[in-house]
């Protein structure tokens, strides 16, 4: 056989891998890395950026893990100097943004490395934001037009790296912040603060335990279906949000039963960034009613979702019956209808373990009104398919703390 022969077949057998492995290059809607073992290639992305010594933004709980010991050590053999923040909550708050602006300035860092969960990904997101503006945070909540106020030449550029499959924030404009004084979660948006470079390794994933690998995917999957059901006008964001929820029907299952089942882990890691990029869209009553119950009770955001999903799609139902019926057919459910999807919503959460009502998770009913009235002030309840009122979002919070659906 000859050289170029063997050097032919040497890149079919290249190809055959990556196609196996999930592989791919994409460009929307940002620069996406998939496949496995591609964090590999955090050192040439950080190059490609102009990032010659970044901060590494992650959770207290990866920081102590070796994954991400051996990034830090892989990019400084490959002379990327860097240095790790992981002064985090679980819901991200003021003074965690603050605390990581304060360690990009002291240590002159030029980029930063978002490397985790849902949380890792919104504080390093914000404090890329927050490392060249003079204003305080909360003048950069999605309100109206106060991105307009964002000195985006002193952003920070970000490379994002999900560990888990769900909020799909390496996606995102958007970071979710906690205001503590408050006791509110705010969104802080610029369209710049979407990541440079995403990379998604599957292998990053297969630590993650079950109840957490089926909070998050489920967290991946309230994302696309609200955008699915949001009333405004994205053809393209509906288009994508279907796929994902076929991905997480087929894979999520899976990648709970299997830890190890990576071609499970890609599939769902790919839907939990389709979910996020179809947001765009819109989100609607889950998201208006778990935002308030994370910042009261510190509850897992994914976790609060799932729990959350079948109320809320029963009190929307007039409104999305026949896009519901439209996505079953696709889904090739036995029976196409709303009650069709309703059950399986109902049947995949007990597969998942997900609990059925918010008192499982030591929620009651004793601040409904209260409740009620921060998911109708909430952003994300302008998505809602039906405008419901704070008695309204009162009411269904009642039924997802004693199960009633």
């Avoid at 309230?222 to 997480?248: D, N, V």
């Avoid at 009620?372 to 002030?377: L, Q, V, Y």
């Amino acid at each position: 056989m000859s050289e170029n022969s063997q050097g032919q077949k040497s890149l079919v057998q290249q190809r055959q891998v990556q196609q196996s492995d999930f592989y791919g290059n994409w460009h929307y809607p940002t620069s996406i890395r998939a496949g496995i073992g591609r964090i590999n290639e955090l050192a040439l992305a950080c190059k490609e950026l102009g990032m010659n010594a970044p901060l590494v933004v992650t959770d207290p709980a990866l920081a102590a893990l070796p994954m991400v010991k051996q990034v830090v050590v892989d990019l400084v053999d490959q002379g990327i100097p860097c240095e790790v923040f992981s002064a985090i909550k679980a819901n991200p708050c003021e003074q965690n943004i603050t605390d990581g602006v304060s360690a990009f300035l002291q240590g002159k860092h030029d980029g930063i490395i978002a490397f985790g969960g849902g949380s890792a990904l919104d504080a390093g997101k914000a404090v890329a934001l927050m490392v060249g503006q003079s204003r305080p945070l909360w003048d950069f909540e999605d309100i109206g037009d106060n991105f307009n106020r964002v000195n985006v030449e002193r952003m920070a550029k970000v490379i994002a790296i999900p560990t888990t499959s769900g909020t799909g924030s390496e996606v995102g404009r958007a970071s979710v912040i906690t205001d503590e004084q408050a006791h509110i979660k705010r969104i802080i948006f610029h369209p710049k603060m979407l990541p440079s470079i995403v990379i998604l390794d599957a292998q990053l994933t297969l630590g993650l335990p079950a109840g957490l690998t089926a909070a998050t995917g489920m967290d991946a999957l309230s994302h696309a279906l609200e955008a699915y059901c949001a009333p405004s006008f994205h053809p393209m964001a509906a288009g994508i949000a279907i796929e994902a929820i076929r991905l997480i029907k087929e894979y999520l299952p899976r990648a709970t039963a299997n830890g190890n089942d990576l071609e499970a882990r890609a599939q769902v890691m790919a839907a939990a960034t389709m979910g996020a990029t179809a947001f765009q869209r819109g989100l609607g009553g889950m998201h208006a009613l778990a935002h308030p119950l994370g910042a009261l009770y510190d509850s897992h955001h994914g976790l609060l979702n799932a729990i959350l999903m079948p109320y809320v799609l029963k009190a929307n139902e007039q409104a999305i019956t026949q896009k519901i019926d439209r996505l079953s057919r696709y889904l090739a459910f036995e029976q196409q209808s709303f009650s069709g999807f309703l059950n399986w919503i109902l049947a995949l959460r007990s597969q998942l373990a997900i609990p059925h009502s918010l008192q499982e998770i030591d929620i009651d009913a004793s601040r409904a009104e209260e409740i009620g009235i921060m998911a109708f002030n909430d952003a994300c309840a302008a998505g809602n398919p039906i405008v419901l009122t704070a008695q309204q979002y009162s009411e269904i919070f009642k039924k997802a703390v004693q199960g009633e659906c």
